[in-house]
């Protein structure tokens, strides 16, 4: 699967910052706004040439408005934090169990026979198209929501958690063994910090496919509350400055949880142990 | 996810791997069985409706009919209008942007910001919008999955362009490359799998991205559609049956168009191990 493909995101993200290493600071901020300076002129003034309908192509001032007024009276946090409990809890059940399977892929053979036909069948379809099958067997709301983006978001963890422990070096393996260490201590010293990066890539792109799934379950699984459901709900009162505000904020949590949750964790582990650079 | 990896990270006797293959295929096949028979055991016990939970018989039966009298080639067709109309743009948009972005600083330096910025917003989140602004049907479908398709597309063209190593260039110069011919003879094929591998990501996207848009946008045709029309008569059966095609249509694109596309190129031009490494 392509999901197995080196991420460029990440490297996208950093380049900006290493290649204008030579500029001042001033310099990079202002070359970075530039553009979206200019993509504000464009919408506003597309907004007040009046082609469109107001209600339909809100100029940014009313958007930043409704944002402001949802933050003030509670509803915007409110959203956010039942999508991000959410997410949490889908992403935490296909880390366990995604990682699980695929070290037991890994390391046994009798398990890879077993999983692998499995999960290939399961990898190439689109998780949202398990969505209305979920739905049927269990019910709108909460429980359909986690579930389906815990099974979607496992298949990149497990395919990469397999990798990785697949692409330990055997010669550490047995030089470990040589030197008398135990299963236990196999694992815990080598195999586990040689797989690291591979899980930590599937963890990311788990990650990012639970944050994709996540926000078309939202509208589709009728949940009371999430970010995916205010957007979707406010097509019913043509609010589109709603929508916008939460299409921003969605960016925003998209872009956090790649900078700050990943980039952290890879920076305590495996860069630290001169696994990666 | 495949096989061939399993096979040759143990580079074993010719005869002892033929075996370990035969045990591996199997195992896979007696995997497949104990789980179809679990299933077909539990959907026959009349612990849950028949409705939720279809024979395997039932299933195979409906998808032979729906097959037979051409509504699912129907609704396969419009599905893969939707993607390959929406892919074919995003190609046409990111290809020549992502080359630019790579050989021109300024072009870089305008666009990388933007694209960092709207790429962590899944494309599903776009659909309320795009319903307000273009109406159900077609159009909504075809730009969300130009949206998915896009970054992908974008990002692999840029990154393959700078990754294109310098010394060839400058070998290229020193003997009297003119700009067109290092262009097309150099950075094209430099570049290579990268865009390949971009493509195959695109892919990957704009098909996921297409169900969710069917499901949400709906029109009255697409596999996505299907699915989700088939969840309020409780047509479990039909369901499924979208699901096998959906997820065949996606492995024959993924492993044999894309598979022979890249055999067809990046594999004899011997490009293949700068990708993978």
């Known amino acids: 699967m392509a999901d197995l493909a080196p991420t460029v995101s990440r490297h996208v993200l950093a380049a900006p910052a290493s290649a204008a290493a030579g500029e001042s600071r001033w310099r990079v901020v202002a070359r970075t706004a530039f553009p979206f300076l200019v993509v504000a002129v464009l919408w506003e003034f597309t907004a007040y040439l009046g082609i469109f309908p107001r209600k339909l192509f809100p100029p940014l001032e009313d958007v930043a408005a409704t944002f402001v007024r949802l933050t003030a009276s509670g509803i915007l946090p409110h959203h956010v934090l039942d999508t991000l409990i959410r997410l949490a809890a889908g992403f935490a059940l296909a880390a366990v169990a995604g990682v699980a399977i695929g070290l037991a892929m890994g390391r046994s053979r009798r398990a890879e026979d077993i999983f692998l036909p499995l999960v290939s069948i399961g990898a190439p379809i689109p998780g949202l198209a398990y969505t209305p099958l979920f739905l049927l067997w269990f019910g709108l709301g909460n429980k359909t929501t986690v579930l389906l983006v815990g099974f979607v978001s496992a298949f990149p963890i497990i395919f990469n958690t397999w990798t990785g422990v697949k692409a330990v070096k055997e010669i550490w393996v047995r030089s470990a063994q040589a030197m008398g260490a135990d299963s236990r201590r196999l694992f815990h010293h080598v195999i586990l910090p040689g797989s690291l990066p591979y899980v930590l890539t599937g963890l990311r792109l788990g990650l990012a496919q639970a944050w994709r799934i996540l926000v078309g379950v939202e509208m589709l699984a009728a949940v009371p509350w999430g970010l995916g459901w205010m957007i979707f709900g406010a097509r019913e009162f043509l609010n589109t400055d709603v929508m916008l505000a939460g299409v921003f904020v969605i960016g925003v949590i998209g872009l956090a949880l790649e900078k700050f949750v990943f980039q952290r964790l890879e920076q305590y582990t495996v860069v630290r142990w001169g696994m990666m650079t | ?277």
């Not at chain 2, 948009?93 to 899944?122: K, T």
């Not at chain 2, 045709?221 to 959906?246: H, P, R, T, Y």
């Open chain 2, 1 to 277: 996810m495949s096989t061939t990896a399993a096979t040759t990270s143990a580079p074993t006797a010719s005869v002892q791997a033929a075996s370990a293959r035969a045990t591996s295929a199997y195992r896979a096949g007696l995997t497949l069985l104990v789980v179809a028979a679990v299933y077909e055991a539990t959907a026959r016990s009349g612990a849950f409706p028949p409705a939720l939970l279809p024979t395997l018989p039932k299933v195979a039966a409906t998808l032979w009919d729906l097959l037979l009298d051409g509504t699912m080639l129907e609704h396969a067709g419009y599905t893969m209008y939707r993607v390959l109309f929406g892919l074919a743009l995003a190609v046409a948009v990111g290809l020549p942007l992502g080359i630019l972005m790579g050989r021109m600083r300024s072009v870089e330096n305008f666009c990388l910001p933007l694209a960092s910025a709207l790429m962590p917003i899944p494309s599903l989140a776009w659909v309320p919008v795009f319903i307000l602004w273009f109406g159900l049907g077609n159009t909504v479908a075809i730009l969300i999955v130009f949206y998915a398709a896009l970054f992908p597309m974008l990002l692999n063209a840029w990154s393959g362009v700078r990754a294109v190593n310098p010394l060839w260039l400058r070998a290229a110069g020193a003997m009297g490359a003119d700009e067109r011919a290092l262009f097309w003879k150099v950075i094209i094929p430099g570049a290579s799998p990268f865009i390949i591998t971009g493509l195959r990501q695109a892919f990957l996207r704009a098909w996921i991205a297409v169900v969710g848009a069917e499901m949400l946008a709906a029109s009255d045709w697409g596999l996505g559609w299907v699915i989700f029309d088939a969840k309020e008569f409780l047509n479990a059966d039909v369901m499924l049956a979208s699901l096998v095609v959906i997820g065949l249509i996606g492995f024959v694109f993924e492993r044999l168009v894309f598979g022979s596309i890249e055999r067809a190129t990046v594999m004899r031009w011997g490009m293949v191990r700068t990708a993978k490494s």
